[in-house]
């Protein structure tokens, strides 16, 4: 009957679970069970921690959240976000690096898919997110940049609303369009 506490990025009923900071960005990582805790443990280099009677269980984690995330954060601050998605990979765990838009684009995924559209537009050529729809039989097309703000607005009046030269004019007049 309560309300859940908001966790950001971090679950509610497993710790680790959620975003880290690294040297050079963040790394999303998560050990689910004990077992994934050790070997989170010993790719760190600590395999101390998944021996400490605070950590040992997830219950225990639970109770000991603030001071397991706080250490865990030191420790992977102390390298890139590259090394722990490689090292977190091999170990099975599953994680994954919180990309800026500036890497988004070089995701060997997102250039897999197509993900990044470059359409031309009056003002420039711009850059635009692609559809995650992948469809064979009908795959998207990209048929018009977005509008510019208004460049529609005369076209949508006239064919959906009817409303004819004279009557725009006096809406715009009035500062309503």
């Not at 711009?126 to 703000?149: K, Q």
């Amino acid at each position: 009957g309560a309300v859940p506490k908001r966790w950001g990025t971090a679950h509610p009923n497993t710790v680790p679970y959620q975003v880290f900071p690294t040297r050079d960005g963040h790394v999303i990582l998560g050990a689910n069970n004990d077992q994934q805790f050790r070997r989170l443990c010993d790719f760190a280099g600590v395999p101390h921690l998944a021996e400490d009677p605070r950590f040992t269980t997830n219950a225990q984690r639970l109770r000991n959240r603030d001071e397991l995330v706080a250490t865990l954060s030191d420790l992977t601050r102390s390298e890139t976000t590259e090394h722990w998605v490689e090292g977190l990979e091999k170990a099975g765990l599953p994680c994954g690096p919180v990309n800026a838009i500036a890497r988004v684009f070089r995701d060997p995924q997102v250039m897999h898919r197509e993900m990044k559209i470059v359409m031309a537009h009056p003002v420039a050529e711009i850059l635009l997110i692609g559809s995650p729809l992948m469809l064979s039989a009908t795959p998207v097309r990209y048929r018009r940049p977005p509008p510019r703000l208004g460049e529609h607005t005369d076209e949508v009046l006239q064919t959906l609303l009817n409303i004819g030269d004279s009557e725009r004019q006096t809406l715009r007049k009035a500062g309503i369009i």
